[in-house]
Nanobody, 120 residues
Framework: QVQLVESGGGLVEPGGSLRLSCAASGSFFRINTMRWHRQAPGKERELVAGITPTGGTNYADSVKGRFTISRDNAKNTVFLQMNSLKPEDTAVYYC??????????????WGQGTLVTVSS
């Protein structure tokens, strides 16, 4: 009933920037918290940044000051602006959303992932 479609990944040099987008579609009453997670090769998936419906944010220590999460509620879209990228940021980035689909039911939905590679 709810799908997340991610875009914006790719190859970038160290120090460069990328902006990821994730749009929610389908049948839902409200998109609640949205998050970006990432999974580097050989590592567990970790939280990168999260944002509440009213704009409250939190970040992993490793990306504070470099990444900015934002959302456009009218478009049901969350963004991740990534600046000063480092090779350590290389990972598959996944969008997450908690969606209220009515009748007191919430779904936890994951996007398919988009690959970010930071390399010369």
């Amino acid at each position: 009933q709810v799908q997340l479609v991610e875009s914006g990944g790719g190859l970038v040099e160290p120090g460069g920037s990328l902006r990821l987008s994730c749009a929610a579609s389908g049948s839902f009453f409200r998109i609640n918290t949205m998050r970006w997670h990432r999974q580097a090769p050989g590592k567990e998936r970790e939280l990168v940044a999260g944002i509440t419906p009213t704009g409250g944010t939190n970040y992993a220590d490793s990306v504070k000051g470099r990444f900015t999460i934002s959302r456009d509620n009218a478009k049901n879209t969350v963004f991740l602006q990534m600046n000063s990228l480092k090779p350590e940021d290389t990972a598959v980035y996944y969008c997450y959303a908690n969606a209220n689909i009515g009748s007191g039911v919430s779904l936890e939905v994951w996007g398919q992932g988009t690959l970010v590679t930071v390399s010369s």
